[in-house]
């Protein structure tokens, strides 16, 4: 028990001292033929989002084209905010942007994974967590 007392404290201290609150989705774990692992997330530290597609592929990989959109909910419907597009020429990248988000409203970041060897190719999404501010 007091381990667990503790731990709560140190996680509203630091709440508390950085002021961030992460939203983090992880595709990990799935069969993929170029794709290692891929995420989204979605930080908010005030009324600022910081949105970030990542994903690590084999190196067979020649392309990779990134759609990273940042919803925000609309009833029972997920409306794009703002949309952020990337084509790399690699196997590891991290796209990281930010976005002025507004009280009262409920968002997430969707990842769009094109991963391209050669002619072949593989789409993969990847989602936050849901953030409230």
């Not at 939203?23 to 989002?49: I, P, Q, R």
């Not at 029972?76 to 991290?94: I, P």
């Not at 507004?102 to 789409?123: I, L, Q």
Request: proline share 0%; charged share 15%.
């Amino acid at each position: 028990m007091f381990k667990k007392t503790v731990s709560l404290f140190l996680v509203i201290i630091a709440m508390l001292v950085f002021g961030t609150i992460s939203a983090f989705a992880d595709e990990k774990g799935m069969n993929y033929l170029y794709t290692l692992s891929c995420y989204s997330s979605l930080t908010v530290s005030g009324m600022t989002g910081t949105c970030t597609s990542s994903i690590s592929c084999t190196n067979t990989t020649t392309k990779i084209e990134i759609t990273q959109t940042l919803q925000v909910r609309d009833g029972n419907q997920w409306r794009t905010s703002k949309q952020w597009k990337k084509t790399v020429y690699g196997y590891v990248y991290d796209l990281i942007n930010t976005r002025t988000l507004y009280t009262g409203n409920t968002y997430r970041v969707k990842s769009e994974f094109k991963v391209y060897c050669g002619s072949n190719s593989e789409t993969i999404y990847a989602y936050s967590y849901t953030r409230t501010v």
